[in-house]
């Protein structure tokens, strides 16, 4: 697992802890959701800088376009308080990572 990315568990981890105390009005859960929700963002964009549009052409199109998705998703929903548009960005990141996991091994 070193060999991976942080940033894409991180971007996991944090957009499922946004989601999980989305609804919570408690300060000190207020707090870890405003952190969480920080980090997933930092994460995501983390992964969209670091994308080479020369070399890699449509898939990192194709990336960048994804990222934006989830991205989108985690404003959204941390914005309306609807953690389905939170949960909705998980699962592309975890995809992808479970590609990188396979190729790995």
């Known amino acids: 697992m070193s ?9 996991i981890s944090a957009a499922q802890t946004a989601k999980d105390f989305l609804s919570t009005n408690n300060s000190i859960i ?11 963002l930092t994460a ?7 994308l ?4 890699g ?3 990192a199109i ?3 376009s994804l990222y934006e998705f989830c991205k989108s998703g985690v404003m959204k929903g941390f914005t309306t308080k609807n953690s389905k548009l939170i949960y ?3 699962p592309p990141i ?5 590609g990188w996991k396979q190729i790995a091994n």
């Open 52 to 55: 080479d549009f020369e070399k």
């Open 30 to 40: 207020s707090d870890i959701k405003s952190k969480a929700f920080s980090k997933s």
């Open 94 to 98: 975890e995809e992808i990572l479970d």
């Open 3 to 11: 060999n991976f990315c942080p940033e894409w568990i991180f971007a």
């Open 88 to 90: 909705d960005s998980i």
């Open 62 to 64: 194709n990336l960048y």
């Open 57 to 59: 052409g449509e898939i």
């Open 44 to 50: 995501i964009y983390i992964l969209q800088s670091s």
